[in-house]
T-cell receptor, first 116, second 107 residues
Framework: DAGVTQSPTHLIKTRGQHVTLRCSPI?????VSWYQQVLGQGPQFIFQ???????GRGNFPDRFSARQFPNYSSELNVNALLLGDSALYLC???????????????FGPGTRLTVT | AQRVTQPEKLLSVFKGAPVELKCNYS??????LFWYVQYSRQRLQLLLR??SRESIKGFTADLNKGETSFHLKKPFAQEEDSAMYYC?????????FGQGTTLQVKP
């Protein structure tokens, strides 16, 4: 198993544009979480999905949205990009289990987004 | 508010010296705490979690509820321990991370 995979690895966008980031979890994992990591800071929680339902949402504006597909892969969408959205976006998968709580999370390599 | 604080951005020690990476948390309830590590050019990975009480790569961490701390310790640092270390708290599945401490082990 390749572990959690994310695409693309890097991308550059212009302010006001829209971006879609993709994540494939480890086989058998039903929960996917998204984190934003700004340079010099720890990852910040954006969303958690379990069995295609949103289980948690961090303190991010409505420009950020996500979804999980029947095969448990996930997309993170960001509209009307701002310079401050430049960051490493991490995806993490876990078994989830009952309620999707507190199972070990396995992280992907991240997508580096640069907004100019 | 739930928060994780790592007061040191950088900790530099010599090989063979003891290491202590500090982590304090604020959480109303029974916390579940973790240490994650990121080696150069590698992805973030779990080092240890307090409920398992394991020693991984010689590292241990004890949860002190009275002091709301979860410091990471190793008696003798190795050069391969050089990495970024994050303390994290789990709140119903989402992880709350500290800002991270860079551990630099000098030969």
């Amino acid at each position: 198993d390749a572990g959690v995979t994310q695409s693309p690895t890097h991308l550059i966008k212009t302010r006001g544009q829209h971006v879609t980031l993709r994540c494939s979890p480890i086989s058998g994992h039903k929960s996917v979480s998204w984190y934003q990591q700004v340079l010099g800071q720890g990852p910040q929680f954006i969303f958690q999905y379990y069995e295609k339902e949103e289980r948690g949402r961090g303190n991010f504006p409505d420009r950020f949205s996500a979804r999980q597909f029947p095969n448990y892969s996930s997309e993170l969408n960001v509209n009307a990009l701002l310079l401050g959205d430049s960051a490493l976006y991490l995806c993490a998968s876990s078994h989830g289990g009952t309620g999707g709580y507190s199972y070990e999370q396995y992280f992907g390599p991240g997508t580096r987004l640069t907004v100019t | 508010a739930q928060r994780v604080t790592q007061p040191e951005k950088l900790l530099s020690v010599f090989k063979g010296a003891p290491v202590e990476l500090k982590c304090n948390y604020s959480y109303s309830g029974s916390p579940e705490l973790f240490w994650y590590v990121q080696y150069s050019r590698q992805r973030l990975q779990l080092l240890l979690r307090h409920i398992s009480r394991e020693s991984i790569k010689g590292f241990t961490a004890d949860l002190n509820k009275g002091e709301t701390s979860f410091h990471l310790k190793k008696p003798f640092a190795q050069e391969e321990d050089s990495a970024m270390y994050y303390c994290a708290l789990s709140n119903t599945g989402k992880l709350i991370f500290g800002q991270g401490t860079t551990l630099q082990v000098k030969p």
